[in-house]
């Protein structure tokens, strides 16, 4: 049996009202129930979520005071939708 396709993206938080990884976290969880990813959960170093036939998982990098590069990465029948329906959920986050 073949591996499935992994399909990964970065994407860039920065704004001075992101006090840690955690604000991050927290987004990505509620970004990730929006998509239909009901089990999402937050984990020590990541967020993940599945479906069925499908894994989504997010992990951050520091940058510097206030950026963090999120990596999401996504594997399984539908990954490359989620990937892209996350990375545009993440689009709508306004930092307060």
């Known amino acids: 049996m073949a591996a499935p396709y ?18 991050i976290k927290n987004a990505t969880l509620q970004k990730m129930h929006e ?3 009901a089990n999402a959960a937050i984990q020590q ?3 993940t979520g599945s479906t069925g036939d ?3 998982a997010v992990c951050y990098v520091g ?4 950026k963090w ?9 539908h990954a490359k939708n989620l990937r ?13």
Request: aromatic fraction near 14%; glycine fraction near 6%; proline fraction near 0%.
């Open 6 to 23: 992994l399909f990964w993206q970065s994407y860039l938080f920065e704004s001075a009202a992101i006090e840690s990884v955690n604000d």
């Open 35 to 37: 998509i239909g990813l």
């Open 45 to 47: 170093w990541d967020v």
């Open 54 to 56: 499908t894994i989504v």
């Open 63 to 66: 940058l510097g005071s206030h």
């Open 69 to 77: 590069m999120a990596i999401v990465m996504a594997a399984g029948t």
């Open 84 to 96: 892209d329906q996350l990375i545009k959920k993440f689009d709508t986050i306004t930092w307060l």
